[in-house]
């Protein structure tokens, strides 16, 4: 019988030591709402924009030798892709990213600087995960998937051991409410993880809020048939993996959904109050608590999980007021 590795508090904090050796600390900023300081993780200004370095990091080193010598393959809309290739690239391992042909050109630009192989797919009418699986089965190479991994949910959850002791460090009370944005449910999990007395509210937007929807029901529901629009593409995760759904329903996590409209104000607050630049996806806990979704309480500790933004679509975002 094959035993499945499965995520543990143990790996997090393992996960949380090796990035501490290689990386800064990332800002844990404050700012009081409803006269109760709220704290927010700025993970929006990791070296590669997005909070997904860490999974990353943590998953390329648990390689062998051998294996880091064949290489890894991955699948990403882009935070991802762009961990995976600077890991890879510090590690001195080839890399293989499949991203949609539609990927912000921000995020595949920095890809490619990177030195990863890109190829690219249609996500309306290709699956990425078989693409990945042929690359990976053709070239003996490991397959490192966005959030579907015990090693990558580990590595997100080092954000939430960095925020806490942030937190201590600043005589904050301890993380009693995570507000997270979710796509596949890695950070979310990773989190839950690392902080076991806080409670987990993940994020996601309208129409793609399968997370919310399958910790109701109590099994995984995917998104389904002809999804809404988003400018959130790292949230566009059309089913969860039974690793992530299985952490966060043990953890009894809540899920929220956020419309475009309500991700744009949070983008242009960001902007404005935090003087952060927040892609869609990044912004999306932030929307929940600016529109009353979430109880403003002490020990709220929201994660701003991206800055990838495409300057087009951003400049249009600060332009209006929608």
Not at 184 to 205: D, F, M, Q, R, Y
Not at 226 to 242: F, G, H, I, Y
């Amino acid at each position: 019988m094959t035993i499945v590795r499965q995520p543990t508090r143990a790996g997090v904090r393992d996960a949380a030591a090796k990035i501490a050796a290689i990386l800064p600390q990332t800002p844990l900023l404050t700012v009081e709402i409803r006269g109760v300081p709220v704290c927010f993780k700025a993970e929006s200004l990791q070296p590669i924009g997005a909070f997904k370095i860490r999974g990353a990091w943590h998953r390329l080193t648990a390689l062998d030798a051998a294996a880091r010598e064949r290489g890894v393959v991955a699948f990403s809309s882009g935070n991802h892709a762009q961990g995976i290739a600077w890991a890879a690239r510090k590690l001195g391992i080839p890399a293989v990213v499949v991203m949609p042909s539609d990927a912000p050109r921000v995020k595949l630009d920095a890809t490619l600087a990177m030195g990863a192989e890109v190829v690219k797919y249609d996500r309306a009418a290709e699956s990425r995960e078989k693409i990945a699986a042929h690359l990976a089965h053709a070239r003996g190479a490991a397959l490192v998937p966005s959030f579907d991994d015990p090693w990558i949910i580990e590595g997100q959850g080092s954000a939430g051991i960095e925020a806490m002791t942030q937190m201590i460090e600043m005589k904050l009370p301890d993380p009693t409410n995570v507000v997270v944005p979710c796509g596949g449910g890695g950070l979310a999990a990773g989190l839950a993880l690392a902080l076991p007395e806080a409670e987990i509210t993940l994020v996601e937007p309208e129409g793609w809020d399968d997370m919310r929807r399958s910790l109701e029901a109590g099994w995984i529901e995917p998104v389904g048939d002809n999804p809404p629009p988003t400018a959130c593409d790292a949230l566009q995760t059309k089913e969860v993996s039974q690793l992530t759904f299985d952490v966060l329903s043990r953890r009894d996590a809540k899920g929220i959904a956020v419309s475009e409209r309500e991700i744009r104000d949070a983008q242009r607050w960001a902007a404005a109050t935090l003087r952060l630049v927040l892609e869609p996806g990044g912004s999306a806990a932030l929307a929940a608590l600016l529109a009353g979704k979430v109880e403003v309480t002490p020990g709220l500790l929201v994660i701003l999980s991206g800055g990838n933004a495409d300057p087009d679509a951003y400049a249009a975002v600060l332009g209006s007021r929608d």
